[in-house]
């Protein structure tokens, strides 16, 4: 059993609530949502952030954003608008070291980012 959360999430073994899976990426509401509107989309590989994909997973990358758009249009935030964040080690923000981009909204937000 893997001590990555999101990997026991892709295992079964901690549940979720998906919103959208296929053969690589899976997307599921954040277990601690900071706005109306909080999915996390991530590729079920793990990979621990951004800045460790490779050249050649361009794919895959271009494949998470594509989902985000996808879980936005499920959750009826398409047309009035959201943010999707990813962060990059600690100091970023990020917690959880398998990669994924939060798809947020429903409300509206500042910037900049705290
Ligand atoms: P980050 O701080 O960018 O690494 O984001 C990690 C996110 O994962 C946070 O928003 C957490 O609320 C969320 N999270 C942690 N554990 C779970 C879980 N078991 N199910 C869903 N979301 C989770
Ligand atoms: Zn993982």
Redesign the pocket.
């Known amino acids: 059993m893997s001590d990555c ?1 999101f990997c026991r ?1 892709v295992e079964g073994t ?1 549940e ?1 609530k998906k919103v959208y899976e296929d053969e690589r990426c899976l997307a ?5 949502p ?1 706005a109306p509107v ?1 999915a ?1 989309v991530i590729p079920k590989r793990h990979v621990p952030s951004l800045k460790d994909f490779q050249d050649h997973d361009i794919e895959c990358l271009g494949t998470l954003l594509q989902i985000c758009r996808t879980v936005a249009k499920l959750k009826g935030i398409s047309e009035s608008g959201y943010r999707v964040v ?2 990059i080690g600690a100091t970023a ?4 070291f398998h990669v ?1 981009f ?1 798809v947020l909204g429903g409300r509206r937000f500042r910037w900049p980012p705290g």
């Open positions: 959360i999430i901690i979720s599921f509401d954040d277990a601690n900071q909080h996390l990813t962060n923000g990020q917690t959880v994924h939060h």
